[in-house]
């Protein structure tokens, strides 16, 4: 495909579970971001990645979150123990040409 | 580090009034500048860009210049339309080191007919 993919669309979760995330950016795009979207509220950087590796991580809340990248293609984020204040629309984001592409996001509730 | 400001929402107005979204910046070198949109329902979008001082971006009628002096890069419309209610957010990448994207808090924009 074209553009930034993200799956699944929709996780609802019971609180405790772990969740993983994909993200698939645009091929050839070697920066790769995570982003955190609660209702109602701006964008929270979370991780950055170049590459395979993640030299800003800065953003992430908790060491309940952790993020990888297979070389310059596939992303998961991946939250473990899952806490109701986790429930947001998580966004990854793409670069080239300076620009940032962004995904559909997935949607996650912890019930 | 980089940091963008822009004026909180939500903003009211009426179709055909005059919209500006104020946004300023602090960046280190010579950041790009974008202004995305979030529209009901949908993901981020790319609405306009400028990539250096004194440059314009425009599209679907909305209009932003990078102001280096004031570093500033406010949006503009001339006449806003139902269609446009949406969040809007201003951004800057700076071109130092990794491109790294710095979003504002967003703005919500209603427009009522």
């Known amino acids: 495909g074209a553009g930034v993919s993200q799956s699944p669309s929709n996780k609802v979760t019971e609180k405790g579970k772990d969740v993983e995330l994909r993200c698939d950016p645009i091929?050839?795009?070697?920066?790769l971001y995570w982003y955190r979207q609660r209702l109602g509220q701006g964008l929270e950087f979370l991780i950055y990645f170049q590459g395979n590796s993640a030299p800003d991580k800065s953003g992430l809340p908790s060491d309940r979150f952790s993020a990888e990248r297979t070389g310059e293609s596939v992303s998961t984020l991946t939250i473990q123990r899952t806490q109701q204040e986790d429930s947001a629309v998580y966004l990854c984001?793409?670069?080239?040409?300076?620009?940032?592409?962004f995904g559909p996001g997935t949607r996650l509730t912890v019930l | 580090g980089d940091s963008v400001t822009q004026m909180e929402g939500p903003v009211t107005l009426s179709e055909e009034a005059f919209l500006t979204i104020n946004c300023t910046y602090t960046a280190t070198g010579y950041p790009s500048l974008f202004w995305y949109v979030q529209y009901p329902g949908e993901g981020l979008q790319l609405l306009l860009k400028?990539?250096?001082?004194?440059d314009k971006g425009s599209n679907k009628g909305f209009e932003a210049t990078y102001r280096k002096e004031t570093t500033s890069f406010h949006l503009e419309k001339g006449s806003v339309q139902v269609s446009d209610s949406a969040v809007y957010f201003c951004a800057l990448s700076n071109s130092g080191g990794y491109q790294k994207v710095t979003f504002g808090t967003g703005t919500k924009l209603q427009v009522i007919p």
């Open positions: 400028a990539t250096k001082a004194d």
């Open positions: 091929s050839g795009h070697t920066a």
């Open positions: 984001a793409s670069t080239g040409y300076n620009e940032q592409f």
